[in-house]
């Protein structure tokens, strides 16, 4: 008899944007002459700038000649790019990051969820609405186990994000091992200042916890004085793992590379109280589980650091962030209460009246044909809101919000 990891059973269903999907596809089908602007899942709709597609020609002619073939790279990745990161992501910022810190991965989804491999059971903190990957894989570790009638897990310490703290996860006055963090945020939109990261990593420090910061979004920050990633913190180098990812900074989520950080000074603990290097198991982990990124698609991502790379990426978050513009005027003009767009290319706004999350999706869905992502679906703290995307094409974006500005709302 072969025993199955029970703790899946513990999960919903479907991962919530299946389960849209699902929903979406249902509704084409019944609907078929009906045309829907997707809004919901943060996929990029611009596709690749052409200093990448010109340097993936050329990654690929190199892979059919016998001297520049490749097989097997490194686990770790590619020094190339790993120093193009150090270079151009970390040392502008004065952050001390190594290139044997950087680890190149197929996306920041799959490493947030692997890294558990490395850690023991823990207390676990995370925003409350937060990316569901976070909460998912802790289901799946066996980390989360009592669902409470609040939606939310009996082990895990929630830290809510709401409008009274403005949206920003506050320390708990609890003991918790490893906490996420993820900013600007996914799906509030909202970004934390150096002052709100100085708390966490004092938070850290005291309690000998990990911080897990997910910086996907970070290409996104247009207020000079948001920092871009964690390690322009003093002592973060000691508390802290970075996730980044090239997915919604150069429109890499088809073509799958990121890339987490964590420094050799970051210290998790035995059964016995000793020290061990983290780094020591993620690099025992990723060589033995990870064969690497594609030597093609690495030399695609090093092209962004190119002059002409950095202009064209440039030119595309911007063209994101002019929809995100065009989202937060027109959801101004129609009199819906919001957050986010400004640092970020999600649009978090409080449903009409006392509208459900999942009850404002399908109104949105059958009656404007507009595709969002249900607020619930990040967490219990989520109820009540609906994420908008500004990654759609920037036609479908103006044509989304004209019919949210034409539409009686009588739900207000
Ligand atoms: C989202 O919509 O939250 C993201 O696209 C999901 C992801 O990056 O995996």
Request: proline share 6%; with cysteine.
């Amino acid at each position: 008899m072969t025993r199955i990891n029970d703790n899946f059973q513990r999960l919903p269903n479907r991962y919530l944007f299946s389960e849209i999907a699902g929903r979406v596809k249902q509704y084409q089908q019944a609907n078929p002459k009906r045309t829907l602007i997707k809004l919901g899942i943060g996929d990029t709709t611009q596709p690749l700038s052409p200093a990448i597609i010109q340097t993936l020609h050329t990654a690929v002619d190199e892979m059919g000649q016998l001297d520049t073939y490749r097989g097997y790279g490194p686990e770790q990745g590619y020094l190339f790019l790993r120093q193009a990161i150090v270079d151009h992501e970390y040392l502008p910022l004065g952050a001390n990051i190594h290139v044997d810190e950087i680890f190149i991965s197929d996306g920041s989804k799959c490493d947030t969820g692997n890294i558990l491999d490395i850690f023991g059971p823990n207390r676990i903190a995370m925003s409350d609405p937060s990316y569901p990957v976070y909460i998912d894989t802790n289901v799946m570790q066996g980390n989360a186990q009592i669902l409470m009638e609040s939606n939310q897990y009996q082990e895990i310490e929630y830290l809510p994000c709401i409008k009274e703290n403005g949206y920003i996860p506050q320390p708990p006055a609890t003991d918790v091992d490893l906490i996420y963090l993820c900013s600007p945020n996914n799906p509030t939109g909202v970004a934390m200042t150096h002052q709100d990261l100085e708390k966490w990593v004092k938070y850290a420090q005291t309690h000998h916890a990990i911080i897990l910061f997910d910086a996907a979004y970070e290409r996104y920050i247009t207020d000079p004085a948001i920092p871009h990633s964690i390690y322009e913190i003093p002592g973060a180098r000691a508390v802290a793992i970075e996730f980044r990812s090239f997915s919604k900074t150069a429109g890499f989520t088809g073509t799958r590379c990121a890339y987490t950080v964590i420094p050799k000074d970051l210290l998790g603990f035995d059964q016995e109280g000793n020290p061990v290097k983290v780094w020591d198991l993620w690099n025992r982990r990723q060589s033995t589980k990870f064969n690497g990124v594609s030597y093609i698609i690495q030399r695609a991502a090093e092209a962004i650091y190119t002059p002409a790379g950095k202009a064209e990426t440039s030119a595309i978050i911007g063209n994101y962030l002019k929809n995100a513009k065009i989202i937060r005027e027109g959801l101004t003009e129609a009199g819906f209460e919001f957050q986010g767009g400004i640092n970020s290319p999600y649009i978090w706004v409080r449903c009409p009246g006392n509208m459900g999350s999942w009850e404002m999706f399908d109104y949105l869905l059958h009656n404007l044909n507009i595709v969002v992502t249900p607020g619930a679906g990040f967490g219990p703290a989520g109820e009540g809101y609906f994420r908008i995307t500004a990654f759609g094409d920037a036609t479908a974006t103006r044509q989304a919000v004209a019919k949210i500005k034409a539409h009686q709302w009588i739900h207000f």
